[in-house]
């Protein structure tokens, strides 16, 4: 799938992500972390982790570097699950890109120009940008996969 930007979206991307949302069990993945390749041609899969420990999450999604060593943005998905007590357990899928705000201009127009291409084939509802840990916390989060009831 060509992007108006003209990078692809990578068939793994797409059936790593089917496999995220139909898998089940202790293995089931609960995030994924995308980028853009080196070569800026494609979104890849970086990593798929069943890691239920959002702060773990947070580390590898926002500790990213670049060869010159500078922070680098992601794409990420992330299985949130809370209870609304009486209402009961759920999980919402959240999308969040991480823009970390040292990146330079040029990579944050492309990942900025195929960040809603990803998000629509990957059809997630709730979306999350950021540009510094403030705006990922876990309440933040929690709030927007709760429609703000939390």
Known sequence: MS????VNISNECL????????????N???CLIFKIAEDEQSIIVEESSSE???????????????????????YAVYDV???LNEDGKRTTTVFISWMPDATPTRLRMLY??????????LDVKVSIHADDLHDIEWKTVLRGASGGRL
């Open 3 to 6: 992007l108006p930007s003209g």
């Open 81 to 83: 699950e809370y209870d």
């Open 28 to 30: 089931k993945p609960t």
């Open 112 to 121: 900025a120009s195929t960040k809603e291409q990803l998000r629509k084939a």
């Open 52 to 74: 239920k420990n959002y702060e773990a999450f947070l580390q590898k999604l926002t500790t990213a570097f670049d060869r010159q060593g500078n922070h680098t943005p992601r």
């Open 15 to 26: 059936s790593t992500y089917k496999e995220f949302l139909h898998k089940r069990g202790a």
